[in-house]
T-cell receptor
Framework: KQEVTQIPAALSVPEGENLVLNCSFT??????LQWFRQDPGKGLTSLLL?????REQTSGRLNASLDKSSGRSTLYIAASQPGDSATYLC???????????FGGGTRLMVKP | GAGVSQTPSNKVTEKGKYVELRCDPI?????LYWYRQSLGQGPEFLIY????????DSGLPNDRFFAVRPEGSVSTLKIQRTERGDSAVYLC?????????????FGQGTRLTVV
């Protein structure tokens, strides 16, 4: 059974810092990996989708990398801003089914 | 519509009651998913529809939970004899089709509280 872990569970940084969020998964036979953002009391907003054949995807200040063989992905946020404060979730879609398996999330707070 | 819409946004019910949660997917999306998210955790898969049929219901926790999608668009998640442990945010997502490389789009969720 696929298991997804996110470290750290919580992170607090001053505004302007570059930061890295980590995601690991136990079964490397995945189709893709998706990073989401969730604001308190809200649904999930898709940030980046990386196909299994890709190594990274970029959108603005966000860069996500994927190392499928080692079961790892990182989300890099450049020049963090208070508006980046949210919970970040990674999820993988694997060969076992058509659902996404989520990690527990990283709660990020960027202090002004 | 512009996005996935879920109603109600909040639902408080008494233990033992029956509830229905509704999901309107993005127009034209054939794949629809239900997830449940407990406080401080990531969402957990419940059920996946491709068109009108439930292609995978392996995540439903027990037979008190049931979901339908009779016309291949709107879906309703039904919970019978609710228990306090059913309290969670129920999220719905849709994608253009059921292909494994398609992106999933989520609604705002329904926060269910069983008292």
């Amino acid at each position: 059974k696929q298991e997804v872990t996110q470290i750290p569970a919580a992170l607090s940084v001053p505004e302007g810092e570059n930061l890295v969020l980590n995601c690991s998964f136990t079964d490397s036979a995945i189709y893709n990996l998706q990073w989401f953002r969730q604001d308190p009391g809200k649904g999930l907003t898709s940030l980046l989708l990386i196909q299994s054949s890709q190594r990274e995807q970029t959108s603005g200040r966000l860069n996500a990398s994927l190392d499928k063989s080692s079961g790892r992905s990182t989300l890099y946020i450049a020049a963090s801003q208070p508006g980046d404060s949210a919970t970040y979730l990674c999820a993988v879609r694997d060969n076992a089914g058509n659902m996404l398996t989520f990690g527990g999330g990283t709660r990020l707070m960027v202090k002004p | 519509g512009a996005g996935v819409s879920q109603t109600p946004s909040n639902k408080v019910t008494e233990k033992g009651k029956y509830v229905e949660l509704r999901c309107d997917p993005i127009s034209g999306h054939t794949a629809l998913y239900w997830y449940r998210q407990s406080l401080g955790q990531g969402p957990e898969f419940l059920i996946y529809f491709q068109g009108t049929g439930a292609a995978d219901d392996s995540g439903l926790p027990n037979d008190r939970f049931f979901a339908v999608r009779p016309e291949g668009s709107v879906s309703t998640l039904k919970i019978q004899r609710t228990e306090r442990g059913d309290s969670a945010v129920y999220l719905c997502a849709s994608s253009l089709h059921g292909g494994v490389n398609t992106e999933a789009f989520f609604g705002q969720g329904t926060r269910l509280t069983v008292v």
